[in-house]
């Protein structure tokens, strides 16, 4: 059974950066399919950024590129978010999710993707 738990989320102001982790048990995540996905009051939730399993291959939301970067420690078993230039409509509860499988790359922004997934942690962005 994998288990994903988020941390890092806060309030910050508009510009500033936050580095979001997602520490994995249960399965060395080089095994799986990891993503962000994020959700804003009232809205559905959409995928942010995510790596493939084996070598992680990175792809991200069109809505981040260029500000959100995802990354991956094999050693401790985490993925990392590290969100820049942060503006309001980037708040909302982050959640990381995992697959077991190998996603194709235009099924990384599905949610029915992933088999297992974190409980989320907040982003706030305002001044």
């Known amino acids: 059974q994998v288990q994903l738990v988020e941390s890092g989320g806060g309030l910050v102001q508009p510009g500033g950066s936050l580095r979001l982790s997602c520490a994995v048990s249960?399965?060395?995540?080089?095994?799986?399919?990891v993503a962000w996905f994020r959700q804003a009051p009232g809205k559905e939730r959409e995928f942010a950024a995510g790596?493939?399993?084996?070598?992680?291959?990175?792809y991200s939301a069109n809505s981040v590129k260029g500000r959100f970067t995802v990354s991956r420690d094999n050693g401790q078993n985490t993925v990392y978010l590290q969100m820049n230039s942060l503006n309001p409509e980037d708040s909302g509860v982050y959640h990381c999710?995992?697959?077991?499988?190998?996603?194709?790359?235009?099924?990384?922004?599905?949610?029915?993707?992933?088999?297992?997934w974190g409980q989320g942690t907040q982003v706030t962005v305002s001044s």
């Open positions: 999710a995992a697959a077991s499988g190998s996603p194709i790359v235009s099924s990384l922004s599905v949610t029915s993707t992933y088999d297992w």
């Open positions: 249960g399965r060395p995540v080089s095994t799986l399919a």
């Open positions: 790596l493939k399993r084996g070598m992680g291959t990175t």
